[in-house]
């Protein structure tokens, strides 16, 4: 059995706690979150958002891709987001690899050569949060007012730092 | 004052909540979740997710890119997922546009001509779940025996619905 079918049982329950309402499109704080897809973190809980608060990106490190600022060009043109959470956190999957041997394993596991791809690996989150924020702030699709904040968040405690 | 200062007072308290406790990095369920980024959809709360169950990837629209496929190709061969769920959802902002006005609409607001980029809009929830569910299958970076399922969430309600 799939965990889908797990997902799909608790969703049922889920549904019946929901009730039916219709939120607006529009995030109500007009943040958008960029951070990692890590399974410790419950970005809702861990920063107190109800349903229709703020939007939130995530992928491996919780790193500023095409992809993101794709997505945060929808975010903030169509949906009337203007301000930035960069949010990455401790004991990252993107620390525990780099790129040369992760290709050379790929090579053997996949038979696929990637060895021209950049995984995104980073050693220091703090380090990684603060080039993330100046890409964003780099950016020519991110009105220079967008404001940009960062932090780590400590997956042993819940604990968000913040990052200057 | 911005909505990151509400959000780390908010985190403070689930510090509290959260006490210390470290997880494995890698997710329980062994599934990684990829879905949109839209306010209105809690993950966790929707499918029962405890803390460690589950990787969570978010873009705009949930769309399979190759920012999502580095991501699972590091959450499978770092981190030992072997099942995929694409989440679409009713009423997406990726429903909301097309890529040539929007395009025009950046030039005009942004000075920036991307009018070669593709935003990822899309009409129908189903069709776009599909669509990703086949890119995944297709993709030479994900292996064979992955499992892959899909559902559309309906914003109002709360239910997922499966898409075959």
Known sequence: MSYFENF??????YVDLHGTAHLPIKPKTKVAIVTCMDSRLHVAQALGLALGD???????????TEDVIRSLVISQQQLGTRE???LHHTDCG??????????????????????????????????????DM??????????ADVEISGAVYDVDTGRMTVVE
Chains 1, 2 share one sequence.
Not at 54 to 64: F, P, Q
């Open 54 to 64: 703020a939007h939130i990106l995530r992928n491996a490190g919780g790193r500023v």
């Open 84 to 86: 930035i959470v960069v």
């Open 94 to 131: 993107a620390q525990t690899f780099k790129n040369e041997e992760f290709a050379a394993y790929l090579q053997q596991e996949l038979g696929v050569d990637v060895s021209n791809q950049d995984f995104l690996p980073f050693r220091d989150a703090e380090e990684s949060v603060r080039e």
């Open 8 to 13: 799909m049982k608790a969703n049922q329950a």
């Open 134 to 143: 100046e890409l964003l702030r780099q950016s020519p699709l991110i009105p």
